[in-house]
């Protein structure tokens, strides 16, 4: 302080201006620190660790040259593990979009206390994730266990493994998602419907509109904002299955155990402790997840950077 | 307008005229869509609520019987078979359940802290304050925002085994300190709903830019700090991937490898849990402990819930 006040009557104007640090940047450090360790730090990382080997437990960077590119591309599960997943996006994300937009017109057709129970009652299952969920549905998809074990009989099923297996993981991982993850989705756009004005509606009506005129008609188009940000979010999320493939995997032998790319790319690092293939793999799926993300904000002009301060 | 006012008709007696004529009294719906409708709601309510009624009852009973295929699949067993199944689950270890539960306890609560405590200073600064550089932290947001966040854990596996923190808690607990969604919502929330004029009357008053957001800032973003604290709070009680990748040593798990661990128990893997008596019911009660904390807040948070997830559409 004393010497802060010494320098500030010797040049009052000068040093006071040079001290002074916009303390915007302040509230920022931290922020600015945990991104470089935790986000483009790691992205930077693994750029890094795709072209150095690992003789001597230590990477040494630029040894490989092209080596770990032609390695992991040559994978023979690499290319079935982005199959996988893109037959498991064709599968989720229309069955997803279609029933969640249904069940919340359908909720929001006559909103009463009925509505609202089973809107809860869809909400919950979002505290099943990860582990849970995967046992949850290793039991309900077991024809022995079920709770609709009269419906699984029904089908022809008699063994978990005619139901899960890789051939039906798109089916079967598309069923947990739209469990664990539709009631909050629905909750979401059943409040934007609920934002819908009542003269609007009454407007229509007036018209001649009838309930699924008025659904698809009215009360759609005003939901649309909301379905590009599911879109993003269910893209990001489905892309990076880990968990569950991984526990059908190794707690019920249904599914393979590199059925996705993270499983493909952490069979690498810890399989087979070839740590530059596997962030070959991991380099790759950041690609396509910011190819597909820009390509999603893109076409909906979602996010601008330029803030219009609400008055 | 007068002919627009028609007299309300006397209740009609032919029952076919209430499937097919629009009923008010049903917003407009007539019979055969409102029984469409109750009937298709009802069986997506069977699909969502029958799996988590299965899992409740599962505890009450005996393995075997639960195979059996005479026996309903909701015959409810003695609930003292809670018990039975729990002590059966505390054979494994020194209780190794409790210590799963009280480790995702502090590794949840210490994620939640740490994210907040830097998320919300972070778009508070980017809604209300001007510096250069402002655009290039949004962009480096968006950006983050996107990168698969799984496709990172194995890089940072690798960082955190340079500076020898594999194994260590804090490997789990330090990564959840940048959420860029976190950043996105708050900035989108206080630039949304702060008053430049209380900000500018702050300033008059003589606040500096800490004390504003300390006073003005941190009491107005009750709601986004609410929302924000559930959205970690479930990202970090469920978290599975990171630990699975950092931790390795059964002391440390957190509740999501505990359950992997107990279902791998009977699935032939050679694991440390193989000969224990962990069977069906054993493992939903495990499956319980790790569901029933979060239903309880889903409950009471449904509207933070909500409003987290739609937070990021509300910008106009």
Same mark, same amino acid.
Request: hydrophobic share 55%.
């Given at each position: 302080?004393a ?7 010797n ?5 006071a ?18 991104m470089?360790? @935790? ?25 490989a040259?092209?080596t ?6 040559? +994978? ?7 199959e996988?997943?893109?037959r498991?996006?064709?599968?989720? $994300?229309?069955?997803?979009?279609? @029933? ?11 909103p009463?206390?009925f509505?609202l129970?089973?809107?809860?009652i ?21 024809p ?8 699984l ?13 890789? +051939? ?5 991982f ?7 993850g539709?009631g909050?989705?629905?909750?979401v756009f059943?409040?934007a ?13 007036? +018209? *001649? ?6 659904a698809?008609?009215?009360?759609r188009p ?14 990001? *999320?489905n892309?990076?299955?880990?968990a569950?493939?991984?526990l ?21 690092a810890?399989?087979i402790?070839?740590?530059g293939?596997s962030?070959v ?5 950041m690609?396509?997840?910011? $190819?597909c993300a820009?390509?999603v ?8 950077t ?6 | ?22 009923n008010?009294?049903?917003n ?5 869509e409102?029984v469409?409708r109750l ?7 069977a ?10 009852i599962?505890?009450t ?6 195979y059996d ?6 015959s409810?067993?003695?609930l ?29 609560l210490?994620?939640?802290f740490?994210?907040i ?10 809604a ?10 949004m962009?480096?947001?968006l ?11 194995l890089?940072l596996f690798l960082?955190?085994?340079l500076?020898?923190l594999?194994?260590?808690?804090w490997s ?8 860029p969604?976190g ?9 949304v ?7 500018a ?6 606040c ?7 006073n ?8 986004i700090?609410?929302?924000l ?10 978290n599975?991937?990171?630990?699975f990748v950092?931790l390795n ?17 009977t ?8 000969e ?12 319980l402990f790790?569901?029933v ?16 997830l ?7």
């Amino acid at each position: 302080m004393a010497v802060q006040t010494s320098a500030m009557v010797n040049a009052p104007i000068r040093s006071a201006k040079r001290l002074r640090v916009n303390p915007a940047y302040l509230f920022l450090l931290p922020y600015l620190v945990a991104m470089l360790l @935790f986000s483009l730090g790691p992205a930077i990382y693994a750029l890094l660790l795709m072209f150095a080997t690992f003789k001597v437990g230590r990477p040494q960077f630029f040894e490989a040259g092209f080596t770990n590119i032609v390695t992991a591309l040559k +994978d023979p599960y690499l290319l079935p593990a982005f199959e996988n997943v893109l037959r498991f996006l064709v599968v989720s $994300v229309p069955f997803g979009l279609v @029933f969640v937009i249904l069940l919340a017109l359908l909720l929001h057709a006559r909103p009463n206390r009925f509505s609202l129970l089973m809107r809860t009652i869809y909400f919950l299952p979002g505290a099943v994730t990860g582990p849970a969920l995967v046992m949850l549905f290793l039991f309900t998809f077991n024809p022995d266990l079920s709770v609709f074990r009269a419906l699984l009989h029904f089908m022809g099923y008699t063994d978990l493994k005619q139901v899960v297996n890789n +051939d039906t993981a798109p089916v079967v991982f598309t069923l947990m998602g739209f469990f664990g993850g539709a009631g909050g989705w629905i909750a979401v756009f059943f409040g934007a419907l609920q934002g819908i004005s009542e003269e609007l509606i009454e407007a229509a009506i007036m +018209d *001649g509109c009838n309930p699924i005129q008025l659904a698809w008609l009215i009360k759609r188009p005003l939901i649309t904002r909301y379905v590009a940000f599911m879109l993003i979010n269910v893209l990001a *999320g489905n892309v990076q299955l880990f968990a569950e493939p991984q526990l059908m995997s190794s707690a019920s032998a249904t599914i393979s155990n590199e059925w996705s790319p993270n499983l493909v790319s952490y069979t690498w690092a810890f399989g087979i402790g070839n740590f530059g293939a596997s962030a070959v793999v991991s380099v790759l799926m950041m690609l396509i997840g910011i $190819v597909c993300a820009y390509a999603v904000i893109r076409a909906t002009n979602f996010y601008s950077t330029e803030q219009t301060n609400a008055e | 307008m007068q002919t627009a006012i028609k007299p309300i008709k006397p209740p009609v007696v032919n029952p076919l005229r209430y499937i097919i004529s629009r009923n008010p009294r049903w917003n407009g719906m007539n019979g055969v869509e409102m029984v469409g409708r109750l009937v298709i709601l009802l069986l997506f309510g069977a699909f969502f609520v029958m799996p988590l009624v299965w899992l409740a009852i599962a505890p009450t009973r005996v393995w075997r019987d639960m195979y059996d295929l005479n026996q309903s699949p909701l015959s409810i067993g003695p609930l003292s078979n809670y018990i039975v199944a729990w002590n059966n689950i505390a054979m494994f270890g020194q209780s190794l359940m409790v210590t799963w539960t009280i480790n995702s306890i502090w590794y949840t609560l210490s994620s939640v802290f740490l994210s907040i405590a830097i998320s919300i200073p972070t778009g508070y600064v980017l809604a209300v304050m001007k510096f250069r550089g402002r655009q290039l932290v949004m962009w480096l947001t968006l950006i983050t925002m996107i990168l698969p966040g799984s496709a990172m854990v194995l890089p940072l596996f690798l960082e955190m085994n340079l500076v020898r923190l594999v194994n260590n808690p804090w490997s789990v607990i330090l990564p959840s300190a940048f959420a860029p969604f976190g950043v996105w919502l708050s900035y989108v929330y206080y630039s949304v709903t702060l008053p430049k004029d209380l900000l500018a009357a702050g300033k008059v008053d003589g606040c500096n830019e800490w004390q504003l957001f300390w006073n003005i800032g941190m009491p107005l973003g009750r709601t986004i700090i609410a929302t924000l604290a559930f959205l970690t709070f479930n990202g970090a009680w469920n978290n599975y991937f990171l630990p699975f990748v950092m931790l390795n040593q059964k002391e440390t798990f957190n509740l999501p490898l505990g359950i992997a661990a107990l279902m791998n128990a009977t699935a032939g893997s050679p694991t440390f849990l193989r000969e224990l008596p962990i069977n069906e019911p054993e493992k939903a009660l495990g499956g319980l402990f790790m569901i029933v904390p979060v239903m309880i807040i889903f409950l009471f948070a449904q509207k933070y819930v909500v409003r987290g997830l739609a937070a990021g559409a509300v910008k106009e």
